[in-house]
């Protein structure tokens, strides 16, 4: 069970401890860009990584499109991978839509998840005015599902390019445009389309542990509003600003995303 897990989601365990950090990638991602950061936890923790399905290395073949409707089936993958591996008092890192995922798994996962971080997270992309500013318009966001279909090199390249700002390293948007590549286009879209259509708003309301939202101070794709509307929302919450820029500061500002974490492990 476990070997098959393994391969289906290309999990990997690195460090040292015996806390266990669990690291979800965001939004068309993979394991690959926590690189920039895990040194500085696996000699206390003990660090896991896997590619959500239809991304990275994991088993394409293993995509089913209904199930993944939803974040549900994400979450259902990961209760899976807990009890398969006996994963206990789990802190989850989790970045944009990885960090909503695992904070969905806290309220699935029958006590076995202490904290999460959320880096860049949303529970709603699109706007809900006047009671609601997520960033998008439903028009906006059917632009860039048409953009995404109709050219999936160019919106990568637009994308990539939103994510990080332009004062960053040339390099860091180089990864990130080459992993938006190289991901699956039909996976990709729809992966894309159920993230920026989706409302959990509601699920803020009765998170069972400890939570911790890293906003950057400008994020193309998550507003300051929506930070501070799910720190107001989550119980007992912490919202910590980092001056990094961008969507990926784990990527962009590795020292800095990396500390942050750590301030509050």
């Given at each position: 069970?476990?070997?098959?897990?393994?391969?289906?989601?290309?999990?990997?365990?690195?460090?040292?401890?015996?806390?266990?950090?669990?690291?979800?990638?965001?939004?068309?991602?993979?394991?690959?860009?926590?690189?920039?950061?895990?040194?500085?936890?696996?000699?206390?923790?003990?660090?896991?990584?896997?590619?959500?399905?239809?991304?990275?290395?994991?088993?394409?073949?293993?995509?089913?499109?209904?199930?993944?409707?939803?974040?549900?089936?994400?979450?259902?993958?990961?209760?899976?991978?807990?009890?398969?591996?006996?994963?206990?008092?789990?802190?989850?890192?989790?970045?944009?839509?990885?960090?909503?995922?695992?904070?969905?798994?806290?309220?699935?996962?029958?006590?076995r998840v202490k904290k999460v971080f959320m880096i860049g997270a949303s529970p709603r992309y699109k706007n809900d005015i006047p009671g609601y500013f997520g960033g998008f318009?439903?028009?906006?966001?059917?632009?860039?599902?048409?953009?995404?279909?109709?050219?999936?090199?160019?919106?990568?390249?637009?994308?990539?390019?939103?994510?990080?700002?332009?004062?960053?390293?040339?390099?860091?948007?180089?990864?990130?445009?080459?992993?938006?590549?190289?991901?699956?286009?039909?996976?990709t879209y729809h992966f894309l389309k159920v993230t920026l259509l989706m409302d959990h708003r509601k699920e803020l309301l009765d998170v069972p542990c400890e939570t911790i939202i890293?906003?950057?101070?400008?994020?193309?794709?998550?507003?300051?509003?929506?930070?501070?509307?799910?720190?107001?929302?989550?119980?007992?919450?912490?919202?910590?600003?980092?001056?990094?820029?961008?969507?990926?500061?784990?990527?962009?500002?590795?020292?800095?995303?990396?500390?942050?974490?750590?301030?509050?492990?």
């Amino acid at each position: 069970m476990r070997e098959e897990l393994k391969n289906q989601f290309a999990i990997e365990e690195e460090g040292e401890g015996e806390e266990i950090l669990l690291f979800l990638h965001g939004f068309p991602s993979s394991k690959e860009t926590w690189q920039w950061v895990k040194d500085s936890f696996r000699q206390k923790y003990k660090l896991v990584f896997l590619d959500f399905s239809g991304c990275g290395a994991s088993d394409h073949t293993a995509y089913d499109v209904k199930k993944y409707a939803t974040l549900k089936g994400y979450v259902e993958d990961l209760l899976v991978i807990l009890k398969a591996f006996d994963y206990k008092n789990v802190t989850i890192v989790g970045h944009s839509v990885g960090g909503l995922i695992g904070l969905l798994l806290s309220k699935a996962a029958e006590g076995r998840v202490k904290k999460v971080f959320m880096i860049g997270a949303s529970p709603r992309y699109k706007n809900d005015i006047p009671g609601y500013f997520g960033g998008f318009t439903e028009e906006e966001i059917y632009q860039v599902l048409d953009l995404m279909e109709e050219n999936f090199s160019g919106w990568a390249s637009y994308i990539s390019r939103a994510a990080l700002m332009e004062s960053e390293e040339s390099a860091h948007t180089a990864f990130v445009e080459e992993s938006f590549r190289a991901s699956h286009p039909k996976y990709t879209y729809h992966f894309l389309k159920v993230t920026l259509l989706m409302d959990h708003r509601k699920e803020l309301l009765d998170v069972p542990c400890e939570t911790i939202i890293l906003q950057c101070a400008k994020d193309s794709f998550v507003s300051m509003e929506v930070a501070e509307y799910m720190h107001r929302k989550i119980p007992g919450s912490t919202l910590h600003l980092l001056s990094a820029r961008g969507h990926y500061p784990h990527i962009s500002h590795p020292e800095e995303t990396a500390a942050a974490i750590l301030n509050y492990l």
